[in-house]
T-cell receptor, first 111, second 116 residues
């Protein structure tokens, strides 16, 4: 399974943008990049996903490097409710749709 | 839309008993559901893939006789932890994929299991 590498933790000030990086140097051409976040004692919540092009939705933006070996989740204005563990996951096409979670990045938002 | 529920949300049981956890997709049909386990301060670990109408596929190292999975309908999968022991205490989370909505997996709120 293609692996992802994320920083263990990051801090951001409230109402400032946050850029959460993810390295996935062994990504294959058919791997989708997914981002989920998890608050304590809850199930993960979908944030965004993409394949090659940058993606935007109401929660965040996903910037994918041209060689696809890295990606960045962008929260445009961090709020206290964005404090969570953020997971970057690669999902291989045509292999059963399984998600293999890495260690994730614990985001702290400072008021 | 795309809500997944789990029941119970928490359970405490004695060592040696069996515990059943339900995972339901409330507003969509899911031919495939997934079961994860998460220990404190750790990431989610995929245990098995539950396929409607067929046997589950277990990840390497997960005992299929210990963790029985049944996916009898398009909206319900169950995980039974048989003869539970204290080391089985964990946070169990299921997810389901709504094939009509593409790539996204929707996760349940999790079930906290404590085996005494």
């Amino acid at each position: 399974d293609a692996k992802t590498t994320q920083p263990n933790s990051m801090e951001s000030n409230e109402e400032e943008p946050v850029h959460l990086p993810c390295n996935h140097s062994t990504i294959s051409g058919t791997d989708y990049i997914h981002w989920y976040r998890q608050l304590p004692s809850q199930g993960p919540e979908y944030v965004i996903h993409g394949l090659t092009s940058n993606v935007n939705n109401r929660m965040a933006s996903l910037a994918i490097a041209e060689d696809r070996k890295s990606s960045t989740l962008i929260l445009h204005r961090a709020t206290l409710r964005d404090a969570a563990v953020y997971y970057c996951i690669l999902r291989a096409l045509n292999t059963g749709n399984q998600f293999y979670f890495g260690t994730g990045t614990s985001l702290t938002v400072i008021p | 839309g795309a809500v997944v529920s789990q029941h119970p949300s928490w359970v405490i049981c004695k060592s040696g008993t069996s515990v059943k956890i339900e995972c339901r997709s409330l507003d969509f049909q899911a031919t495939t559901m997934f079961w994860y386990r998460q220990f404190p301060k750790q990431s989610l670990m995929l245990m098995a893939t539950s396929n409607e109408g067929s046997k589950a596929t277990y990840e390497q190292g997960v005992e299929k006789d210990k963790f029985l999975i049944n996916h009898a309908s398009l909206t319900l999968s169950t995980l039974t932890v048989t003869s539970a022991h204290p080391e089985d205490s964990s946070f169990y989370i299921c997810s389901a994929r709504d094939e009509g909505r593409g790539e996204t997996q929707y996760f349940g709120p999790g079930t906290r299991l404590l085996v005494l």
